[in-house]
């Protein structure tokens, strides 16, 4: 089964992700900021994270220079309420897949899952 790792300082979010996440067939895992994500993706790579972008200790633009700085690939989607245009551009930049505002709707997130992780886009193991 392929892992989602949600990445929000938000509990309220997390939860309310997990809940659509687990519905669309997918195992979640989480985190509570971008230190704790970047541990866990070092560990044991998910097959696609969520990543908001406003967090403490590691916000998601450091995750994301991380990630590219380490060579670690894996799809982003990176869901955030700043809507700003060069934070979408900046986190295309850095590799992100797909850059969502929040409130998602269940749909749209699912699409976008579904759209990622589907075998013409990705492998069934995550990428390094």
Not at 38 to 57: F, S, T, V, W
Not at 60 to 79: F, H, M, W, Y
Request: hydrophobic share 40%.
């Amino acid at each position: 089964m392929r892992r989602i790792l949600i990445t929000d300082d938000s509990q309220f979010q997390r939860k309310t992700l997990s809940a659509i996440i687990q519905k669309a067939g997918y195992e979640v895992e989480t985190a509570s900021n971008g230190r704790e994500a970047l541990a866990q993706i070092e560990a044991n790579p998910p097959h696609c994270l969520i990543l908001d972008m406003l967090m403490p200790e590691i916000d998601g633009i450091q995750v994301l220079e991380t990630l590219q700085a380490k060579q670690i690939r894996l799809p982003v989607i990176v869901l955030t309420a700043d809507i700003q245009e060069w934070m979408k551009i900046r986190c295309l930049e850095l590799g992100a897949s797909a850059f969502l505002n929040k409130p998602v709707t269940q749909d749209i997130l699912r699409m976008e899952l579904n759209q990622i992780l589907s075998p013409s886009h990705t492998q069934d193991t995550p990428c390094r």
